[in-house]
């Protein structure tokens, strides 16, 4: 039974930092492609990043690039999401998903098999 859960959520003042960490369990991360994904109330869900860390290789929004960093620990089954220079746009529930590495790196969430329950960030201006 694949489980994903994120933690790290929480409310900052615009320009802070916060780091989402998701733990997977029920399978080993390596061979997978995890990604996070964001939904502010109203919106559409819309992929964030994604790293399969086999092979080194990232994908970020265009609205994030330059100030959030994926990253893996593939021994501790981890998945982090560093955010900085937190934007009040940025609010929304985050979660992390996985899915099996297929050789392409994509943000779309229909992508995704395994989802975690979220976490809320919130970012006041």
């Known amino acids: 039974q694949v489980q994903l859960v994120e933690s790290g959520g929480g409310s900052v003042q615009a320009g802070g930092s916060l780091r989402l960490s998701c733990a997977a369990s029920g399978y080993t991360s390596s061979g997978y492609y995890m990604g996070w994904f964001r939904q502010a109330p109203g919106k559409e869900r819309e992929g964030v990043a994604g790293?399969?860390?086999?092979?080194?290789?990232?994908l970020y929004a265009d609205s994030v690039k330059g100030r959030f960093t994926i990253s893996t620990d593939t021994a501790e089954n981890m998945t982090y999401l560093q955010m900085n220079s937190l934007k009040p746009e940025d609010t929304a529930m985050y979660y992390c998903?996985?899915?099996?590495?297929?050789?392409?790196?994509?943000?779309?969430?229909?992508?995704?098999?395994?989802w975690g329950q979220g976490t809320q960030v919130t970012v006041h201006s």
């Open positions: 998903a996985a899915t099996h590495w297929t050789g392409y790196v994509s943000l779309d969430p229909r992508l995704f098999g395994y």
């Open positions: 790293i399969y860390d086999g092979g080194g290789r990232t």
